[in-house]
């Protein structure tokens, strides 16, 4: 019963906004669990946020937003302002590796979740921005892997 409990949190991590694998992986690695399984299950949990997010964020901007006068105003406000400042950024050619560079990071707030609330923002092509948080998410996971099993000290301190 135990071991179902703390497979659970380790999904609610790997889920968690901001924690994902930067936080189920070494849980489950600190609890003795297979590394292996680990890795995999926080992976592909870590990587569901993705999809819903990329494209129900385009829904609720298309159907919600235009309905309520407040969201509308917060729209105007934040996201409008944002994606005008960006557009040089979300011209470039290397937007899609920069999106997997940034998700690949293993720190807190690089993520599945801030990788794809930046390919929204930006108005990236979603199966492109999908694929590359993806590809940033394998890349991070492996890096968190090696530092939670002592294999990779990175900058000193870890």
């Known amino acids: 019963m135990l071991d179902i409990i703390n497979i659970a949190i380790i999904v609610l991590l790997a889920l968690a906004p901001g924690l994902e694998v930067r936080a189920s992986i070494p849980y489950g690695v600190l609890l003795g669990f297979n590394p292996l399984g680990v890795f995999l299950l926080s992976y592909i949990m870590s990587c569901l946020p993705s999809i819903p997010i990329i494209y129900l964020l385009g829904w609720i901007e298309e159907n919600l937003v235009p309905r309520y006068d407040i969201l509308q105003k917060l ?84």
């Not at 199966?127 to 090696?146: F, P």
């Open 75 to 158: 729209y105007n406000w934040a996201v409008k302002r944002v994606r005008k400042k960006l557009e040089e950024i979300r011209r470039s050619k290397y937007i899609f590796l920069a999106l997997a560079a940034y998700v690949a990071i293993p720190l807190p707030l690089t993520g599945v979740w801030t990788g794809s609330l930046i390919a929204y923002l930006l108005g990236l092509d979603r199966k492109k921005s999908i694929l590359a948080i993806i590809m940033g998410n394998i890349v991070a996971s492996t890096i968190v892997l090696l530092t939670s099993l002592g294999l990779l000290h990175i900058a000193g301190f870890l």
